[in-house]
């Protein structure tokens, strides 16, 4: 997916310690101090930001003129949540909070579960966005104190109680944060009169590295899947705060997209979600299997041999470097047989007692309305960026060349005999990228249609068919295009949308649709034709292009060839 990053005003160490805003501050508060040395019990809050302020969930109070310096020149507005007042920022008509801390910092509490902060006096400023979770090549800061969140809303009465959108990133349960501009909530927010919450938690081995069968202890009992638990517990801060932001803690819409969409098919599994959301809509983003506790053991295994630690000594990686812990995650995947440790939400019998959509789709969530999202070519960039040649491939190479993509064992001259058959007009890299979307992502989340088809509330699906118009084209309705049509962060940085009038009318098409959903539970609206509810009878699915128009069973024989062979998730 595009890389979450968003650009930082200031650097770090490899620790996350802040170098250069102690000093801005310092400049900031120095005549503040001379004047009123009451303010000198601050100091270290201020030298070190807000963010230094809530160390470990202890705040000390950002007071008088040292706040009021540091908040200079911005349209600032306060409320209050559970745990002490928050500063935010008016900026365009919406309020925007950045980096509001729903819990303590997880760095004492490595692989356990986490942890609401302590309440703190005085005002935290949220006026910028919080440290993302440890993770390889981060363009932001990062730190094991990473469990913050960012809200935009129009209005902070409580009795507006708007919809509340949050958004899960995505990164493959390895990297990103809510902070990436394309999640920038203030458009929607701003024309939709709704709550956008966006958020970061732990990731990679910090979140999900399984321990259980190693440590034995049950201190690190949860260690695979303590993201999934911080998750848990936005959600519940949004249950017990949003209200304070105007939105409505009973109307609680989640969407992500890519790894985003995977965390919330898990959180459906998950008894401890359980009525902290409503409803769901997942972009790309399917979790038919959860890794089994003998798989995940095994990469814990590999993660140790990588450090050269014995089992025995297993709870040295409590204390170890979290420099040393990422180098270790590069080494080879045991189960996958190529590319670095995955880690991900483990059956681990404990928050997560079943797959989130094996044998069947999780009755937890089976009275939750939800959407069901893919785009056409997934793979164009999801392969395509990072291996330019799949764009010239040759038909004597293709089979070959799919055996390895296509993560489901089909003969693969088959496949591409079928494609050639239905698809005369293709290219063999066409054909590489329609079958390899085909047998992957789009499979993951047919599977959870058709379970989800059984249960009693509706499920919608989409397919984006809109190509990206920029590079010429090449990256067609590649994976992650739909999220700036969501957001209408058309122009954002990472969007492969632009923002001519094509893609205007697909955003505003799209956009409506989930503000619709997270109004009622149902995405149709105005300006679409009816978007009927997928039942196997006919498979409807809302097909967005340059006009929306319902399709049944759109790809059908590309559907069939693939359902004849098992699907287990990568990774699982």
Same mark, same amino acid.
């Given at each position: ?38 303010? %000198? ?131 493959? =349960? ?8 394309? =999640? ?12 956008? %919450? ?115 000594? %297993? ?30 939400? %483990? ?226």
């Amino acid at each position: 997916m595009p890389p979450d990053r968003a650009s930082r005003r200031f650097a770090t160490s490899p620790t996350g310690r802040w170098h250069d805003r102690a000093r801005v501050s310092q400049v900031l508060v120095a005549g503040a101090l001379l004047a009123a040395p009451a303010a %000198v019990h601050a100091v270290s809050a201020i030298d070190h930001g807000r963010r230094s302020l809530l160390q470990a969930g202890c705040a000390l109070p950002l007071l008088g003129l040292g706040a009021m310096a540091y908040a200079a020149g911005r349209d600032t507005i306060v409320t209050t949540t559970r745990h002490g007042q928050v500063r935010g920022e008016r900026h365009r008509d919406v309020n925007v909070f950045r980096g509001i801390r729903y819990g303590a910092d997880t760095a004492p509490r490595r692989f356990m579960p986490p942890v609401a902060p302590r309440p703190w006096n005085g005002i935290a400023n949220a006026l910028d966005y919080g440290h993302a979770s440890p993770q390889p090549g981060s363009g932001e800061a990062t730190s094991e104190d990473c469990l913050f969140l960012n809200v935009w809303t129009p209005g902070l009465s409580a009795a507006a109680r708007r919809p509340v959108l949050v958004y899960i990133h995505g990164g493959a =349960y390895a990297s990103g944060s809510g902070a990436s501009p394309l =999640y920038d909530g203030t458009h929607l927010a701003g024309r939709g009169d709704v709550v956008v %919450v966006t958020l970061n938690h732990r990731l990679n081995l910090f979140g999900y590295l399984y321990l259980d069968r190693i440590a034995r202890t049950e201190a690190l009992a949860d260690g695979g899947n303590c993201g999934q638990l911080d998750l848990v517990l936005a959600l519940e801060w949004v249950r017990d705060n949003i209200a304070s932001f105007g939105g409505d803690p009973g109307n609680v819409t989640l969407f992500g997209q890519s790894g985003g969409g995977a965390k919330i098919a898990t959180l459906m599994a998950m008894p401890a979600a359980a009525g902290v959301f409503h409803r769901g809509w997942t972009m790309s983003g399917q979790q038919v299997t959860a890794s089994g506790p003998l798989n995940a053991t095994t990469r814990t295994r590999a993660l140790l041999d990588a450090l050269h630690l014995p089992e025995a000594r %297993v709870q040295e990686l409590r204390s170890m470097p979290v420099e040393r812990l990422l180098e270790a995650m590069q080494a080879t995947d045991p189960i996958i047989g190529r590319g670095r440790l995955y880690f991900g939400p %483990v059956l681990d019998e404990r928050s997560l007692r079943r797959h989130p959509f094996y044998p069947d789709a999780p009755p937890l969530a089976a009275r939750l309305p939800m959407i069901i999202g893919n785009t056409r070519g997934e793979t164009r960039n999801l392969i395509g960026r990072g291996d330019p040649t799949t764009f010239s491939l040759g038909w004597d190479t293709l089979a070959e060349r799919l055996g390895g993509e296509l993560r489901v064992d089909i003969q693969p001259e088959l496949v591409v005999t079928t494609y050639r058959r239905l698809y005369p007009h293709y290219s063999p890299s066409e054909v590489f990228f329609a079958a390899t979307t085909a047998a992957r992502s789009w499979r993951g989340a047919i599977i959870e249609l058709e379970a989800r088809a059984a249960q009693p509330a509706d499920t919608w699906t989409y397919q984006l068919d809109w190509p990206s118009p920029v590079d010429g084209g090449r990256w067609g309705a590649c994976h992650g295009l739909d999220i700036p049509l969501l957001f209408g962060t058309l122009n954002a940085e990472g969007s492969l949308t632009g923002a001519g009038t094509e893609a205007v009318a697909v955003s505003q098409a799209m956009g409506d649709s989930l503000l619709a959903f997270a109004r009622s539970g149902n995405p149709n609206h105005a300006g679409l034709p009816q978007w009927r509810p997928y039942r196997l009878d006919r498979r409807s699915t809302m097909v967005f292009d340059r006009s929306a128009h319902p399709v049944d069973d759109p790809r059908g024989d590309e559907r069939r060839l693939f359902e004849k062979v098992p699907f287990i998730q990568q990774g699982t």
